[in-house]
């Protein structure tokens, strides 16, 4: 038989085994806890590289703001879909007019920083034969609607998470990478400019589409 001894130094050791056992597993599940917050706060990759100010994350191999002359355009865009209203939408609907397209999505953070300015240059312009239409690439239209609601938008939205139709017809002619991505398409509807990125401001975009509005049809 076992000494009282043995037994209690036993039973200390069995006890401080379990001890470091408990210890382990606590740690392991505040990791994961941890892991799952910090998951949850973070932001998608387009908003931390714009914090970053990485703009690699826009540009890639391209230029991050392009202009295209006229003389160097790809064929026009055909392209339509369904607003986040339910309405449908056809390119050939704005057959003339100077076009600005912007690929976003709601939980995009330089999509939301760059909306005001968005809406403005569309106030500016919209009186100039300029239409403005979003192509929403990954939200549904409830949450189009209340991105529109808050940042106080006007212009429509197609609704494109589903079919992907919208960036297939413009991926054909010009670069359409992370979202925010902005098109100003001339009066033949051909990409004749493109910022990759927010527009930051109102002026550049502005000064594109006031130079397409300003060539001779």
């Not at 202009?67 to 209203?85: C, M, N, Q, S, W």
């Not at 925010?180 to 927010?198: E, K, N, S």
Request: net charge negative.
């Amino acid at each position: 038989m076992s000494s009282p001894v043995h037994l209690r130094h036993g039973a200390r050791r069995n006890g401080s085994l379990s001890a470091r056992r408990s210890l382990r597993v606590v740690a392991v599940a505040l990791a994961a806890a941890l892991a799952v917050g910090l998951s949850a706060c973070a932001p998608d990759p387009a908003t931390e590289a714009f914090l970053n100010g990485d703009e690699k994350a826009y540009t890639s191999a391209d230029f991050r703001t392009l202009e295209i002359p006229a003389d160097k355009r790809d064929e026009p865009v055909v392209f339509g879909g369904v607003t986040e209203h339910g309405e449908d939408f056809s390119s050939e609907d704005i057959s003339g007019d100077v076009t600005v397209v912007n690929f976003w999505y709601a939980g995009c953070g330089p999509c939301r920083i760059e909306a005001p300015d968005l809406e403005a240059v569309w106030q500016k312009h919209q009186d100039d034969d300029v239409t403005f239409i979003g192509v929403n690439i990954y939200d549904q239209p409830d949450t189009a609607k209340a991105f529109a609601a808050t940042y106080g938008i006007t212009y429509p939205s197609l609704i494109d998470a589903t079919t992907g139709e919208a960036k297939l017809a413009f991926a054909k002619v010009t670069s359409v990478q992370a979202p925010p991505t902005t098109l100003v398409l001339d009066r033949q509807g051909r990409v004749a400019a493109r910022i990759i990125g927010p527009i930051e401001g109102t002026s550049i975009l502005s000064t594109m589409i006031q130079d397409v509005l300003e060539e001779k049809a």
